[in-house]
């Protein structure tokens, strides 16, 4: 058995149909209930393009998912602007646009590699002049979900810029094939279109959700046949003259909430209408049957007449049973308060429920100006084994220190369904309340696995700025607001407890952002060097900021397989539960030296021009770092990682296979662990030695810190 001190990761082990290790901890009286994240680690990587993103732009909203067929593998999307420069200017005019990035991992989120999606208007292979999404100009809203059997599904939308101009929502299919070590296991399959628009419509927002198979319904995908999850897509259509990619705030706050082009959409789409009462936003829902190769035609869910926008989806692990939750945005003129809206069905989509809305609380809402970026209140959802219902969002009138509903500070809460008739919903409560800290909390991102609800959000108690006002705004400060990262677990049940164990006294969440610390040139004391300033001017040729309207998590993995061969919602309280938060962090973004954050230039690139019709852009010293936003993750264990780089290999009665697997102790403390085979293969032997012996082992890897162990096996 070998130790290496490092970050290397990634789940629970299952050696396929050949040789499962489970890792146990036999400390007495320690139990694996810590809540400890992991390294903060860049997505972004490469230095050429496609692979790359030699010009240090931007990257946004970013979404992930975990396969289930090995936790290691990690696949992501996210707003990425790596072509902005490809024409050659030197600022960011609409020459260059805004694609999909994708980004992968094949060590439980350690490393990454990234790319764009396939039909980018640059890509000139097979698979992308393939794609229906060949001829668009620009992309936006990723989410990433995973799916029984290895699959991962990414929708988005794809558009074109200027009046009445095309756009679509799309869903893009992956499959880890799990068969390669040292490679890319993780193929493209193709794209589909859900929708598309061509008339004063404007798709934004989908978001995914992904049920476990629970019929005879199969799909054949490169040959496998593979038992068939439902897929569940919805997504925001604005109607009526002028429409808009999002709503003003409650239909009176004047500020563009989709400010520019460098944000995803057209300027000439996003004018303010002069008719605001005409404005609709509707919630439409669609299905796919077959693995998503093809969908059902896009459904109303929400009522007509309405501003609705940010649906969030999520199904109940036992039955299927489908909920929708989005913001529904006040109306004076109509008379509509606003508020959380919830529906759901019963049949696989084929019939909602009329929506409730389950909260009229103010919400907290900031729209974008020079000084301070965007964000909605929209909710986000997660449901556990017996059905309970969880949707949380940010809210005013909640915090101890600042509890005004207007003015107050923003916090996180949480309503409950009481009933599975999604009608009856528990007042909201607030999640993270500790009386002795100030400032907003924003974009939670819910989800649940192993019976742990896990909630992640923007924090900004320990705002650099000490200035906790209303709104994150940096006009006329001298130090910038800065944000961080939060995480917060709680065991599912009719009032869930948001508890960190591993501090004292116990908190309700623990910070997920960890940044460089050193000493300045010239000063001997250790401080932090990195801060995530969101209202950096990194937009609109460097007037506006912009951190996107949403965080993710993911749990690892969504799915696992039984005895029987049955795949169904990791739910079980048996292993730890882990899990990946990503989220868009500026902390590498270089101030420009001139002071002027509109005298871009990207960094001296010397790789092959995608377009060789273009002339390479000149670099301006001190002005090249200053548009370098970038999307982050961090894995939350429960200070116990277990898992094996490759768990795929065919097995022999007459040749041992050995099994690399491993166990990271993710804490700062000494443990000790006992390495067990759970399950024998059919006819064979596993065992920790090349000849047999007890199947276990035992460990004392020291604090952060990797052991490593051969598993032969016969079978």
């Not at 990723?142 to 699959?151: D, K, Y």
């Not at 443990?671 to 596993?686: E, F, K, M, V």
């Amino acid at each position: 058995m070998s130790v290496r001190r490092a970050s290397g990761t990634s789940l629970r082990p299952r050696v396929c149909a050949l040789v499962a290790a489970t890792l146990a901890a036999t400390l007495g009286g320690i139990a694996l209930i810590a809540q400890v994240p992991g390294r903060n680690v860049n997505m972004v990587s490469g230095t050429t393009l496609p692979d790359g993103d030699p010009f240090l732009q931007r990257q946004n909203e970013p979404s992930v998912a975990v396969s289930t067929r090995n936790p290691q593998h990690l696949l992501a999307g996210a707003n990425d602007y790596r072509t902005v420069d490809l024409p050659g200017l030197p600022d960011d005019l609409e020459n260059g646009d805004a694609w999909l990035g994708l980004y992968k991992s094949t060590d439980g989120g350690q490393t990454w590699k990234s790319t764009l999606l396939p039909g980018f208007p640059q890509d000139s292979s097979r698979l992308g002049t393939a794609s229906p999404l060949h001829g668009f100009a620009a992309g936006a809203d990723p989410i990433v979900r995973a799916g029984a059997n290895g699959l991962f599904f990414y929708s988005g939308i794809a558009f074109d810029r200027g009046p009445l101009a095309p756009g679509a929502v799309f869903v893009a299919r992956f499959i880890d094939n799990n068969n390669k070590e040292n490679g890319d296991p993780i193929a493209y399959l193709g794209t589909s279109l859900v929708a598309k628009e061509n008339s004063a419509k404007f798709i934004d927002k989908p978001w995914l959700a992904v049920d476990a198979p629970r019929g005879d319904a199969s799909c054949t995908i490169n040959g496998q046949r593979i038992a068939a999850g439902n897929v569940y897509i919805v997504f925001t259509v604005f109607t009526g003259p002028g429409a808009v990619a999002a709503p003003v705030s409650d239909r009176a706050d004047k500020a563009d909430r989709k400010n520019d082009g460098d944000e995803k959409k057209n300027d000439d789409k996003r004018k303010e209408k002069e008719d605001e009462e005409e404005l609709h936003g509707r919630i439409m829902f669609s299905r796919s049957r077959n693995c998503g190769a093809t969908w059902s035609k896009p459904e109303r869910i929400s009522s007509s007449g309405d501003v609705n926008q940010g649906a969030a989806i999520a199904i109940d692990p036992s039955t299927g049973t489908i909920y929708v939750a989005w913001r529904q945005f006040a109306d004076a003129v109509e008379g509509t308060p606003g508020g959380i809206m919830v529906t759901h069905s019963k049949d696989g989509g084929h019939h909602f429920e009329k929506p409730v809305r389950i909260s009229t609380v103010t919400p907290f809402d900031q729209g974008t100006t020079s000084s301070s970026f965007r964000t909605n209140a929209y909710p986000t959802v997660a449901i556990d084994e017996v059905g309970r219902v969880y949707v949380a969002w940010a809210a005013r009138g909640f915090a101890p220190l600042r509890p005004d509903q207007t003015t107050g500070d923003s916090r996180v809460v949480m309503s409950m369904s009481m009933a599975s008739d999604g009608a009856h919903w528990t007042a909201p409560r607030a999640i993270d309340n500790s009386a002795e800290d100030p400032g907003h909390q924003i974009m939670p991102a819910l989800a649940y696995a192993a019976g742990t609800l896990q909630l992640a959000y923007y924090d900004l108690r320990e705002d650099q700025s000490l200035v906790f006002g209303p709104f994150v705004d940096d006009f006329r400060l001298r130090t910038r607001h800065t944000i961080d990262v939060r995480s917060a677990q709680a065991d599912a049940g009719p009032e869930p407890v948001f508890t960190v164990y591993t501090v004292t006294p116990a908190q309700p969440s623990v910070q997920v952002s960890t940044y460089l610390s050193g000493s300045r040139p010239g000063v001997r004391a250790i401080e932090q060097l990195q801060f995530n300033s969101p209202n950096l001017p990194l937009f609109k040729q460097g007037t506006v900021p912009f951190v996107g309207d949403y965080i993710d998590v993911a749990p690892a993995p969504a799915f696992v397989l039984t005895s029987n061969g049955r795949w169904v919602f990791n739910t079980s309280k048996a292993r730890p539960p882990t899990f990946h938060v990503v989220w868009t962090d500026n902390r590498n973004v270089s101030p420009p030296r001139d002071g002027n954050w509109a005298n871009y230039t990207p960094p001296i690139y010397t790789g092959p021009p995608l377009d060789p019709t273009q002339p390479i852009p000149a670099c301006s010293p001190g002005q090249t770092g200053m548009r370098n936003q970038n999307v982050y993750t961090a894995r939350i264990t429960p200070g116990l990682v277990a898992g094996s780089p490759g768990n795929n290999n065919p097995l022999s009665a007459s040749l041992q296979r050995g099994f690399v697997v491993f166990a990271q102790n993710t804490t700062t403390q000494m443990r000790s662990y006992q390495l067990a085979i759970a399950n024998q293969p059919p006819g064979g032997r596993a065992s920790f030695s090349q000849f047999p012996l007890p199947p276990f082992d035992s460990a004392s890897p020291p604090p952060v810190t990797t052991v490593y162990a051969t598993v032969p096996a016969l079978s």
